[in-house]
């Protein structure tokens, strides 16, 4: 057990830093420490003035998310190397499982705690109060073990095509009881009968951080064994082991096969969708199809749930709109690493397939990121703004000093550091956001014309492509 634990140590390290990075590590074990002590200090230490209310339904809701992440997405290591390194030895599998769920709930459990020790600290030092936030994340921490005992129980159930029907089930029951008593509760702000015994049964899962009384005690009781029978009886089914070597395999495969290959033989092909075969600069698109339908599910519900989140916000609170799509576009544009494009570039998959390579980063962006503009263009038809070609001319402005961000920051880093790694990737980020930004803006003071500004991102970002293609 304690070589699986370091096998995952090793593999977490890895997922941070590429091979020559080692140095680094200490600085970004550092950053997220001191953004968990900022946590508590800033939101924990708060937790006496919180509405305990809404605080049940933020639980429950994290929960429901918990079960959405377990069922479309594998906590176990999945990769080739990992399934002939871990699945092949006479080691059982339950204690495979455990190790990664130790691993887990052990490394956020100590960052937790000795955050709020040092927050503590911090505290009195400041103010000379004792607000006692090592106390406050002991609840926390037990919060923190039922929501990944959960997980993976999800997890692992996902693997097991019986199990996965029977927690895709209560995932959407539970998602659409959720979903009910929200609209009622809040929205129309009555409720009756049985939907408001389950809304006040919502509501005093918050009070956890004050009492705990023994129905929530027996719930979460309840919980834990459910999840511990579940990984019990997964991990004794070889239905398990082979979903997790199909897995392995296919993203084996994913690396290794050259799409390109096809412009050798001129007969069209056709593909899993009925049309044909997608060769040349156009394999990355058949690429991301593959993968769109590989979690096929995922992406469906993902469209549903935003969906219905923005037609309440544009029908019922207009005045949130911008701050929810500004929340939506800061998430896509800081998660930008983790894009297709960094992907395929880590993997090697982005320089061996055929095309030049500016085509090609170009359609790995749009297809990554052009529902955002389709999504604005839509939000702004519902609201019925006046003028809307005016507006989706500014908003196709943002976008496309959105995807020069985007693409700056990939082309510095990969110019400077091939193995594009996280550090230097933001570094380039943020230099390219904040240069940008400012130029903008002393361009807006100047001219005082949102037109000109539009015209002025539009021709600098195409200079930019045309520089980067004829350098």
Known sequence: MNNIISFLWLQSKRRFVSQGQEKKMPFLIMLLFVGAIGFQVSFVSRSTTWDMSIAGWVLTGVFILYTAFGLFSNRLPSQMADIIWLYGTATSFSKVVYSVLFFSVTWKALLWIISAIFGDVLIVLLSGDHINLLGRSIIFVGLFFIAEVWLMSVSCARTVKKMKRVYVLVFLLMLGIYSICLYRFFFLQHSSGIWESIARFISGVGLVFDTLSPLYVVVFIGIITVSFMTIAFTSRQVEMKESLVKEAEFWEEFQERQFGSGQIIQKPKTTWWGLQGLNGIWS??????????????????????????????????????????????????????????????QSGTLHLFPGALWKKIIILELTNTVWLYILYCVSITFMAVGNLVYWYIYGLGIYIWFMTIRLFAFTHTNRNDIKLSLPQYYKSFFMALGLSGICLYVIHLLTADWYTLVVVVCIGSLSWCLFYRFR
């Open 284 to 345: 990355f698109l058949w690429l991301e199809l593959l993968l769109f339908k590989k979690y096929l599910f995922f992406h469906s519900i993902h469209t549903v749930m935003l969906s219905g989140v923005f037609y309440v916000v544009i029908f019922m609170y207009p005045e949130w709109f911008y701050l929810l799509f500004f929340l939506i576009v800061s998430a896509v544009m800081l998660s930008s690493y983790y894009s297709g494009i960094v992907r395929h570039s």
